[in-house]
């Protein structure tokens, strides 16, 4: 079994549930590093191919990667750029006009349950 995130796993659209894709809107010049660094669907599963397995399968998998009583505690997560090595691509002045973004974005008086996608693949080898 591998787990791990595709950029289609990534760039997913922004939603309340999955923030990161906000940051891509934000700042489209983050979506080829965050690209540069992912493996795609494709090619993992044309090295388990190349190294003799023959039977696989891929599955996607939403993980819950915080829970949030506030917007408030979203904002300082990412101001503080806790978690995501992709927010040290942007200055101090960009984290804030982002967060000023996701204050547009986010319901106001309700929990944020953030989740991450991931991408399973099982593989046999004959």
């Given at each position: 079994?591998?787990?791990?995130?595709?950029?289609?796993?990534?760039l997913?659209?922004?939603s309340?549930?999955?923030?990161?894709?906000?940051?891509?809107?934000?700042?489209p010049?983050?979506?080829e590093?965050?690209?540069?660094?992912?493996?795609?669907?494709e090619?993992v599963?044309d090295?388990?191919?190349?190294?003799?397995?023959?039977?696989?399968?891929?599955?996607t998998?939403?993980?819950?990667?915080?829970n949030?009583?506030?917007?408030?505690?979203?904002?300082?997560?990412?101001?503080?750029?806790?978690?995501?090595?992709?927010?040290?691509?942007?200055?101090?002045?960009?984290?804030?006009?982002?967060?000023d973004?996701?204050?547009?974005?986010?319901?106001?008086?309700?929990?944020?349950?953030?989740k991450?996608?991931?991408?399973?693949w099982?593989?046999?080898?004959?």
């Open positions: 079994m591998i787990q791990d995130r595709t950029p289609d796993d990534c997913v659209e922004g309340t549930e999955h923030i990161r894709g906000y940051f891509f809107t934000k700042y010049q983050l979506v590093k965050e690209i540069s660094r992912r493996h795609s669907g090619n599963r090295a388990l191919k190349h190294t003799g397995f023959e039977t696989f399968s891929e599955h998998l939403w993980e819950t990667r915080r949030y009583k506030t917007r408030q505690e979203l904002f300082d997560d990412v101001i503080n750029r806790t978690g995501r090595s992709i927010l040290h691509e942007l200055n101090d002045y960009q984290l804030q006009d982002l967060v973004y996701l204050k547009e974005k986010l319901p106001g008086h309700q929990p944020i349950v953030e991450d996608r991931w991408t399973i099982k593989a046999d080898k004959k």
